[in-house]
């Protein structure tokens, strides 16, 4: 058989099976596996966009023909006679004097040709998102509400708390995600999960009143207060691997030792939930945010108020009461600066010990603010009731700009222990997470004034969103 012949058949045979035209050949007509099933890009243009589809069949089977004839003995090559290109060619594509062999040797040429500009936009499309590299894990879609996130300080795992009162433990990478076990602790909601410092025991508090402390590696109970407050159990915060805090709906904070079964000491100075506790390294105090919106430092060694001369307020361990819920709070400067969140979307600052009043604010965007994470000396991130992380820089005061979005109110955040993710939930199910390397590079300019407005709607690098500025950037 003749070079232009074999080359005709396997075109024909190409396109034959790509244009879904294999019902039109007869039915002892067999397609053999030999011939090519890859077929390039260029080369179904080439052809395609000038013969009708309709003539491939019969190209295909006069290339049968003449291969039979060639085994034969006969030379004479496989071509298409004008009566034939008249009869099967389309006459809207098709040119003058163009025959078969001369268009699949088009197509050739046209195969040689750089893939990139030969190959349609949605495959370049396609190409490029499977090249693009991951920055962070994929979401994790769980089956029930979550209330809480918390991130192994030592290893990659995410342990998710759910509205059932089951906490699920999941192990990520940058690839994937892997339900590891799925531990039915409490009756109710659960409230917080917190992992101590070496990641060997996670507590857990609930709804149903009830505080739990699982073993990490067996998944087995080490401690269970079944009526560990009067009211439903609101947050938790670790001292050591022994020491922990709870407080509660009603305002209560206690202090427990698992070496005991009883609360070593119970405290109620506030009159709504107690919705975050913090401490410094020293551990010797704890501050606490309350729903009533009022701060409180709490001396543990003296089991009483923090008693310490205050800002405004001489020997004044509680902070006055705010119009608005405290929601959160964080640690800043090397634990001198004392964050609170609110419910009106406002930052409140106080010294560490100076509790009576605050001494600076940082107004947001008059929606509540959820929840607080640390992520530097000066920086910390929010989640917001609209659906957003934005991240805030304090000193000076800056809104660095948007981190991440939600489809619903973002109610839980936590920061992974080597600083590179952070992870957030909301009523959407989603467990998501952020890549946050780029806050190492951040720096404000302190000349430049601040327009919160811009500030506010920019996106950072590990947002899905883009700024309009970067996408006209591209087209200069």
Same mark, same amino acid.
């Given at each position: ?16 099976? $790509? ?15 030999? /011939? ?22 019969? &190209?295909?089977?006069?290339?049968? =023909? ?9 030379? !004479? ?14 006459? !809207? ?25 030969? =190959? ?23 089956? !029930? ?6 991130? $192994? ?13 089951? /906490? ?9 995600? =892997?339900?590891?076990?799925?531990? =039915? ?8 999960? +917190? ?20 073993? /990490? ?11 560990? $407050? ?18 509660? +709906? ?74 608005? +819920?405290?929601?959160?709070?964080? &640690? ?60 805030? $820089? ?8 948007? /981190? ?25 199910? &989603? ?46």
């Amino acid at each position: 058989m003749s070079e232009k012949a074999t080359l005709s058949i396997k075109a024909a045979h190409m396109l034959v099976i $790509h244009c879904g035209l294999t019902a039109d050949l007869p039915q002892s007509s067999a397609i053999e596996s030999t /011939v090519l099933t890859r077929v390039p890009v260029a080369e179904i243009k080439a052809i395609r966009n000038v013969i009708n589809p309709k003539f491939l069949v019969q &190209l295909y089977m006069e290339g049968q =023909e003449t291969s039979s004839s060639d085994e034969m003995g006969s030379a !004479d090559d496989v071509s298409l006679s004008e009566s034939d290109s008249e009869s099967y060619s389309d006459p !809207d594509a098709a040119t003058g004097g163009t025959t078969a062999s001369d268009v699949v040797l088009e197509g050739e040429e046209a195969h040689e040709q750089d893939d990139d500009e030969e =190959e349609d936009e949605v495959i370049k499309a396609i190409r490029r998102e499977k090249e693009q590299q991951r920055e962070h894990p994929p979401d994790i879609q769980c089956e !029930d509400f979550v209330v809480d996130i918390s991130f $192994h300080p030592e290893q990659d795992v995410i342990a998710a708390a759910t509205v059932m009162g089951d /906490v699920l433990l999941y192990k990520y990478a940058i690839d994937s995600t =892997e339900l590891m076990a799925t531990w =039915e602790l409490h009756t109710k909601a659960c409230r917080d999960i +917190e992992f101590n410092r070496d990641g060997s025991l996670l507590f857990s508090c609930s709804k149903d009143k009830s505080i739990m402390v699982t073993d /990490v590696a067996s998944g087995k109970l080490v401690g269970a207060y079944d009526n560990a $407050h009067e009211t439903a159990v609101y947050s938790l915060l670790v001292l050591d691997r022994n020491m922990f805090t709870s407080g509660d +709906e009603a305002g209560t904070v206690k202090l427990w030792d698992l070496r005991k079964k009883e609360a070593v000491f119970s405290l109620k100075e506030m009159e709504d939930y107690v919705s975050k506790m913090a401490t410094t390294e020293a551990r010797r105090h704890v501050v606490c945010t309350s729903g009533e919106g009022t701060l409180t430092s709490i001396n543990l060694s003296t089991r009483k108020l923090h008693m310490q001369a205050s800002y405004v307020l001489s020997w004044c361990p509680q902070s006055e009461v705010y119009e608005a +819920e405290l929601t959160s709070l964080a &640690l800043l400067r090397n634990n001198t600066k004392v964050v609170a969140s609110s419910s009106k979307g406002t930052l409140f600052l106080f010294n560490w010990g100076e509790f009576g009043y605050h001494n600076d604010e940082f107004p947001g965007n008059k929606r509540s603010i959820n929840c607080l994470i640390p992520i530097t000396d000066n920086i910390l991130v929010e989640a917001c009731e609209d659906g957003t992380l934005r991240a805030t $820089h304090m000193f000076p005061h800056r809104h660095l700009g948007v /981190v991440g979005q939600h489809q619903f109110s973002v109610e839980c955040l936590d920061i992974s222990g080597d600083g590179t993710y952070i992870a957030s939930s909301s009523h959407d199910q &989603l467990i998501k997470f952020w890549n946050i390397k780029y806050f190492e590079d951040i720096e404000v300019n302190v000349k430049e004034k601040s327009k919160k407005k811009v500030e506010m709607r920019h996106n950072l690098p590990s947002s899905k969103a883009k700024n309009s500025a970067d996408f006209f950037s591209g087209l200069l």
